[in-house]
């Protein structure tokens, strides 16, 4: 059974920084691109960053040069490093795996003053 179990959220201040984490179980994690999406209010869902199971990655222009994502296939951990935050970043954050309709809880990330 896939789970997929995301935390780091919380409230930060603009400019700040936060790591979301994703723990994943249940499946081959090193073979399969893992993907960061994200939701806003009112909003559709929207893909922030992927890695696919060789490293490579690919970002979305609106965070590019802000957040890096990277994996531990030891650990079946992909995390989301997120720095200078703005308030248009808030919304929950999910974690997925690739071309998957698997989806973990998301965690709810606040860039306020």
């Known amino acids: 059974q896939v789970q997929l179990v995301e935390s780091g959220g919380g409230l930060v201040q603009p400019g700040g920084s936060l790591r979301l984490s994703c723990a994943a179980s249940?499946?081959?994690?090193?073979?399969?691109?893992m993907g960061w999406f994200r939701q806003a209010p009112g909003k559709q869902r929207e893909l922030v960053a992927r890695?696919?199971?060789?490293?490579?990655?690919n970002y979305a222009d609106f965070v590019k040069g802000r957040f890096t994502i990277s994996r531990d296939n030891a650990k079946n951990t992909v995390y989301l490093q997120m720095h200078s935050l703005k308030p248009e970043d808030t919304a929950v954050y999910y974690c997925?795996?690739?071309?998957?309709?698997?989806w973990g809880q998301g965690t709810q990330v606040t860039v306020s003053s």
């Open positions: 890695i696919f199971s060789g490293g490579s990655t």
């Open positions: 997925t795996i690739i071309g998957s309709n698997s």
């Open positions: 249940g499946f081959i994690f090193n073979i399969n691109a």
